[in-house]
DNA sequence: CTGAAAGCGCTTACAG
DNA sequence: CTGAAAGCGCTTACAG
């Protein structure tokens, strides 16, 4: 079913049916409606590849994610959704599982033009390849940073948050404060790493220990908390680089049968329902997650809208929340 | 960048360049090369629009779920990620916050051949007109049933399942169940509350309750399990259609001053990460979420390779894995 | 207000 | 093995 049949059922040019599906308003009323009743009829549905061919429109943007699951991810998602929608945009997601291949399979959407533009929340320091093949396409990068200022991007002072976290716990007598960070390809976690580690330096605590994980899982958190309970001395605090993470570093205490916070103080970071949902309810920093995610769409937008705009980095208020963990 | 630039740069034909492109093994070496290093010196990457325009293909799958927060559509999204990969497709996620403008929104991708073909994890009884919308392009549904027999399904058995775990509740002396439920617009939720009233009946339980949560939250269980508890007879038991509502009904049951499982049994719905994470840790009913997402792949490739083939309803096999909560 | 025609960037019989 | 040409289904100046 194509606009030509269209217009032949309704006795018009395909230049008129196009013009009543755009809403042009130089149809007339009379063939306006045969047009309007042949689509009824004949449940006419445009083709969307031929019109973003030939407009090099599509109104869609791609976000790429490394792992929906998270839930800080599926909240900044969500922000995305909103404000994409308020402007007349539709998302695509694309879950990468941070794999090089379906990373690169993804950003073809880009290349081959099915979307306008799009959002990344992924690590690209891994791929810099994905960079050159996003070219210079609208893109901006989301609760992650480019180490080049190439690239628009928004999120959080991360070197702040972390430091304070720390700062926080020492000044609540823990001694020693292990880190469970994530993946060093993402350059937020180095930053907080960096953050992390000038605290244990400036206030002189002896302690230091760092662990990773290999995704942003409770299972991962676990893994990592029972690397860092294994080791000759303990950790008495805990700042996992996620609440995911934080979740599960609290099973592995309680499984070595310590008591949270009282043995082990554990603190997260994104501050997502989760948090409140384990128990202990979590400390965690909060990060406007919404907010972050809104705001990536404006900045692509106006990248869309205007090629030329200079690129921006934007950082968003955060804060420590205080729960029972800690 | 266009092919026709590719041919201009390698001396060649256009069409010579598209077989190279589509390793079409009929072009000669020394021609091959020229081409290969044009488009490696031009940056060129091919307009997909363009190519799916012609060849009415995209190898793309769309995936419409209401809402990718919730851990058991996360599971069965990657499950449908895995076996969509292993076929060459790649899947766009839409989600739909079961809002049906949205909804609508998502399928304009298929009616516009953007996608193949698409698989619902929504309740689509709720907007038939979407079905129509639909037509008779590629289409399963999973974790998720039409009324009528007309689109291919994958899921459990909700029926038995709901049965199983109130009986086993009644079988260890909990006199008074209760439900909470999601949206009745979901079939799979009409199909657990049959379950759940037929054991009532069956065994002559006097007391029945059912409470609906407005979304798969934790916030929304932990609301429901609310209600439930500021009833006159309070419930010493309740069944969660969802892990995410079972754990806020934890919540709920624990800020009001009573135990679980000793005042109050918690039994969950899907088996997802989560019910291992909270505490105590959750029994629950696991449904095999990567299969069921692999099956619906499976069903949509060969609807989508063999559109007469005739609509399936798949059931897979689920267990009631018991932990402290009930 | 309307239609004929060009063109978006590809693929693919067809002829050579 | 290769190229000229048609065509996928749209939109949009342009002329009337």
């Known amino acids: 079913m194509s606009i030509q049949k269209i217009a032949r059922l309704a006795g018009v040019s395909v230049a008129t049916v196009s ?33 973003q061919l030939r407009t090099a429109r599509s109104y869609m943007i791609l976000v790429m994610v490394s792992n929906i699951a998270n839930p800080f991810c599926a909240a900044v998602v969500k922000g995305i959704e909103e404000e994409a929608e308020k402007n007349g945009y539709r998302i695509l997601l694309c879950n990468s599982g941070s794999d090089i291949e379906r990373s690169r399979s993804g950003l073809t959407l880009l290349s081959g033009k099915i979307v306008d533009g799009i959002i990344t929340m992924d690590a690209f320091s891994k791929l810099p390849e994905l960079a050159t093949l996003i070219g210079d396409a609208p893109w901006v990068q989301c609760a992650e940073y480019a180490d080049s200022g190439a690239v628009s991007c928004v999120g959080i002072n991360d070197v702040d948050a972390a430091q304070h976290v720390v700062s926080w716990l020492a000044d609540k007598g823990r001694q020693r404060i292990a880190l469970i960070n994530h993946d060093l390809h993402y350059k937020y976690a180095r930053l907080r790493e960096r953050g992390y580690k000038s605290v244990i330096h400036t206030r002189e605590l002896v302690y230091q220990s760092v662990e990773y994980a290999s995704e942003l899982s409770a299972a991962a958190g676990k893994a990592a908390a029972e690397r860092l309970l294994a080791a000759e001395t303990r950790p008495d605090a805990i700042f996992a680089v996620s609440d995911t993470l934080a979740a599960g570093a609290i099973r592995a205490i309680e499984q070595a049968g310590l008591r949270v916070p009282e043995d082990v103080a554990v603190v997260g970071f994104d501050g997502t329902d989760l948090a409140e949902m384990i128990t202990p309810q979590l400390t965690t920093i909060e990060q406007p997650s919404h907010e972050i995610g809104r705001k990536a769409v404006g900045l692509l937008l106006t990248k869309i809208d205007n090629p030329d705009s200079s690129t921006e980095r934007v950082m968003m208020a955060w804060q420590l929340t205080p729960r029972a963990s800690a």
Request: charged share 25%; no cysteine.
């Open 19 to 51: 013009r009543v599906l755009n809403n042009s308003d130089t149809v007339k009323a009379k063939n306006r409606e045969r047009v309007l009743a042949a689509i009824a009829e004949s449940n006419y549905q445009p083709n969307l590849l031929a019109r």
